[in-house]
T-cell receptor
Framework: RKEVEQDPGPFNVPEGATVAFNCTYS??????FFWYRQDCRKEPKLLMS???SGNEDGRFTAQLNRASQYISLLIRDSKLSDSATYLC???????????????FGSGTQLTVLP | SAVISQKPSRDICQRGTSLTIQCQVD?????MFWYRQQPGQSLTLIAT?????????ESGFVIDKFPISRPNLTFSTLTVSNMSPEDSSIYLC????????????FGPGTRLTVT
């Protein structure tokens, strides 16, 4: 089993749609969680961190379920500019000294269609 | 966040040669890392660049192949040695510890093609 698993995608949705991505992690001791987006031929950029029961930033909502070891990302009112690959990232230890264990999911590709 | 630059942004190299990639951050950071992203794949951590001491390598990566330097808190280099076509990849520098944040930021990457 992979340490971090994501929906395989790709997701093709019309502009204005709501889309949700799921991510599961295998290490129950994991402490911090992130969603990154990566545009084609660009570096990953932090979209949002996910803390405790989740958080919201504009059209984006991230949720964490520790009991099920599950993270989700919800995008409302999709824009063309949301087209990218979304990476689920898990760090088993909140301390910066353990960043070697930072694990990336394989990513979910989203295309928002006009 | 930090502003991270990498040089070169891309290169095409011949088999058997070596390439050194530079990573510069505009502020002091706690930790610096080097990742590899092969075509169509997600990111794989190569090593943690430790200031003033030897880098800490992940399983499958060795110092002879990927020597790393980190002379100070804002700069690091990664060398890809004795390159083969399998080393063709994007190499990304990453930092943690800008201010009080534990969030991780990435440089723009170096796209390496080995012929």
């Amino acid at each position: 089993r992979k340490e971090v698993e994501q929906d395989p995608g790709p997701f093709n949705v019309p502009e204005g749609a709501t889309v949700a991505f799921n991510c599961t992690y295998s290490n129950s001791a994991s402490q911090s969680f992130f969603w990154y987006r990566q545009d084609c031929r660009k570096e990953p950029k932090l979209l949002m961190s996910v803390y405790s029961s989740g958080n919201e930033d504009g059209r984006f909502t991230a949720q964490l379920n520790r009991a099920s070891q599950y993270i989700s990302l919800l995008i409302r009112d999709s824009k063309l500019s949301d087209s990218a690959t979304y990476l689920c990232v898990v760090n088993p230890n909140y301390s910066s000294g353990s960043a070697r264990q930072l694990t990336f999911g394989s990513g979910t590709q989203l295309t928002v269609l006009p | 966040s930090a502003v991270i630059s990498q040089k070169p942004s891309r290169d095409i190299c011949q088999r058997g040669t070596s390439l050194t990639i530079q990573c510069q951050v505009d502020s002091q950071v706690t930790m610096m890392f080097w990742y590899r992203q092969q075509p169509g794949q997600s990111l794989t951590l190569i090593a943690t660049a430790n200031q003033g001491s030897e880098a800490t390598y992940e399983s499958g990566f060795v110092i002879d192949k990927f020597p790393i330097s980190r002379p100070n808190l804002t700069f690091s280099t990664l060398t890809v040695s004795n390159m083969s076509p399998e080393d063709s990849s994007i190499y990304l520098c990453s930092v943690v510890g800008v201010g009080d944040s534990y969030e991780q930021y990435f440089g723009p990457g170096t796209r390496l093609t080995v012929t």
